[in-house]
């Protein structure tokens, strides 16, 4: 059995409401602070991304609403599923994040989990929400893709 290089991610867990809610602008790679049970929750699956955003608290990044199920082989060092984790980046990416945050309408929004080698990695998206009518202009932009497609392969 060979062991997965350290190169390629492996997947943990995806939200894919965020995709279809926020258009995102740019997307950042951070890691996260977990303790043992958790990251060995996060190996067996059912990591819920799915209403998780991350917020400045003084000069650090916290992310909230991630739910991580509680490990089956734990005892009572187990993790609370629903607590508060710390983002691990460089100070400069911090501020940087900040101040795009500031902007009215503007959310980092956690869009994947996994894992790169040993660590547990999160890619954040800085996102800004859609409205309902630029869902409708996604929609049938994707659906005239389609279309094209389709055509494209009958002829």
């Given at each position: 059995m060979t062991k997965?290089?350290?190169k390629s991610p492996r997947s943990?867990?995806?939200?894919?409401?965020?995709?279809?809610?926020y258009t995102v602008l740019s997307r950042i790679e951070a890691g996260i602070e977990l303790v043992g049970t958790e990251v060995k929750s996060v190996r067996q699956g059912g990591t819920t991304l799915t209403g998780g955003y991350a917020s400045a608290e003084g000069?650090?990044?916290f992310l909230h609403d991630v739910h991580i199920p509680v490990y089956e082989h734990g005892n009572r060092f187990n993790h609370d599923p629903n607590r508060i984790r710390r983002l691990l980046l460089?100070?400069?990416?911090?501020?940087?994040l900040i101040g795009q945050m500031g902007q009215k309408g503007y959310a980092l929004i956690p869009l994947g989990l996994y894992f790169r080698g040993r660590n547990v990695k999160i890619e954040l998206g800085l996102c800004k929400g859609k409205q309902v009518r630029d869902k409708r202009d996604s929609i049938k932009r994707r659906e005239a893709n389609r279309e094209a497609e389709r055509a494209m392969k009958r002829k």
């Open positions: 997965p290089s350290k943990g867990a995806t939200n894919r409401k965020a995709l279809r809610d000069e650090e990044l460089h100070k400069k990416e911090i501020g940087r």
